[in-house]
């Protein structure tokens, strides 16, 4: 089979947890403990998210006075680095010698009217109590939102449209590799406005359940697992009468509402991977991961009418391909049409191409101007995660 593993950044670093490395290191080794196994039968390709350790970047950023702090999708990058690193460090201690790990820088497009822009929901860094969270905010201009019982920061998480690296994705894939690749939902990336213009890296976090769904897809997946730090999806979660959902079929998950920015992306990546695929789509616990696999553990998510889908439909064209198609095919209506506008006499002035190059630019200047959330006064005084 062919594996996606998407490791939650809070799985990797539990709330409780203190943000060192080595107890990262520890959380990686339970998961790399699970995951190695499977590399013997299967395809694997993991995904990390970075929620704690981004925000925890941020704030590190934000403490040295002498340079303008690094962008989300900076640390993004940093992230991938650091959290790749260790997941493919310790893998390697396990497999055997001969078998590759290799972690993959992976940007991933991103629209730049999606409307999360103005709605902050993905949780970053650590828990603070309600007080520490609203001097953070009056200080750096953060958003904060209640987690549970603590208050975190919360980032703009866009949807994710194109994996720009997934053709050396396949490659490594087809060498036998165990990919890391799309940490953290991947790098947030601006297609340029024209097939020659620069790429902009863009101030947020997507969320890596999604990111590794598109993924899924994009590699045809059989399975699709989501490892975090509970043993499946809840109804009435936090309630004396929550349930854990052990089978369920995508279209019941949709008359259920679960929270944003946590098990609210995981119920719906599952639901989309399962109901597009007709594979199997599961959510569970991290030191689960082996049980996940074997369909004994963990919510799983699968369709009703899989049977119904043919091999020539889950065969087409992956989703990655088909908005590289609409966006190439968009990339030339608007050359042909600037061609046609170049032709109008009233249009060759130089202020009208101004204006043309202008708005040919502002779709690409656009995260520019997505609000950084800063400034800065020194650490801020964090409550226990
Ligand atoms: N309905 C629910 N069922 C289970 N967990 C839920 C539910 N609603 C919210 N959660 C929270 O979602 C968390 C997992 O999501 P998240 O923190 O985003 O995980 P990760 O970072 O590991 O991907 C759990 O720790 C739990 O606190
Ligand atoms: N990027 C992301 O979704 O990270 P978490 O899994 O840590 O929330």
């Not at 449209?161 to 053709?167: A, D, G, K, S």
């Amino acid at each position: 089979m062919r594996i996606v593993i998407a490791l939650g950044g809070n799985a990797l670093l539990r709330r409780s947890d203190p943000m060192t490395t080595e107890v990262q290191r520890r959380n990686v080794r339970v998961a790399a403990e699970q995951i190695a196994p499977l590399a013997a039968d299967h395809d694997l390709v993991v995904v990390h998210g970075n929620g704690p350790q981004v925000g925890l970047l941020s704030l590190q950023a934000e403490a040295y006075r002498g340079a303008e702090p690094y962008p989300l999708d900076v640390l993004d990058a940093g992230t991938q680095g650091m959290i790749g690193y260790l997941v493919q460090q310790e893998l390697r201690s396990l497999l055997p010698a001969r078998r590759q790990v290799a972690t993959l820088l992976t940007m991933i497009t991103v629209d730049p009217e999606d409307p999360a822009f103005a709605a902050p929901a993905k949780f970053v860094g650590p828990g603070y109590d309600r007080d520490a969270a609203a001097e953070l905010a009056a200080d750096k201009g953060w958003t904060f939102h209640q987690d549970g019982s603590a208050w975190r920061r919360v980032v703009p998480s866009p949807r994710p449209q194109r994996i720009l690296e997934i053709e050396p994705i396949r490659w490594l894939l087809a060498r036998g590799a165990v990919v890391i690749c799309a940490g953290g939902g991947g790098i947030p990336t601006m297609l340029p406005a024209s097939e020659r213009g620069e790429l902009l890296g863009v101030e947020a976090v997507i969320d890596k359940d999604h990111a590794a769904e598109l993924l899924a897809e994009d590699v045809r997946a059989d399975l699709f697992v989501m490892a975090t730090d509970v043993d499946g999806a809840y109804l009435g979660w936090g309630t004396p009468e929550q349930r854990r959902l052990g089978r369920v079929a995508p279209e019941e998950l949709a008359a259920h509402a679960f929270a944003a920015g946590s098990m609210g992306p995981k119920v719906e990546a599952a639901a989309r991977f399962a109901a597009r695929s007709g594979r199997r789509a599961a959510i569970g616990a991290l030191a689960d991961i082996t049980k996940i696999v074997a369909g004994e553990a963990g919510t799983n998510v699968i369709a009703r009418t899989a049977h119904t889908r043919t091999a020539q439909e889950w065969t087409a064209q992956p989703r990655t391909e088909a908005r590289t198609a609409e966006a190439r095919a968009a990339q030339e209506r608007t050359a042909q049409e600037r061609t046609a506008q170049e032709r109008t006499p009233e249009t060759r002035t130089p202020e009208a191409r101004t204006a043309r190059e202008r708005a040919a630019r502002a779709p690409a200047a656009r995260p520019r101007a997505v609000p950084r959330e800063r400034p800065a006064s020194g650490p801020g005084t964090e409550g226990a995660r």
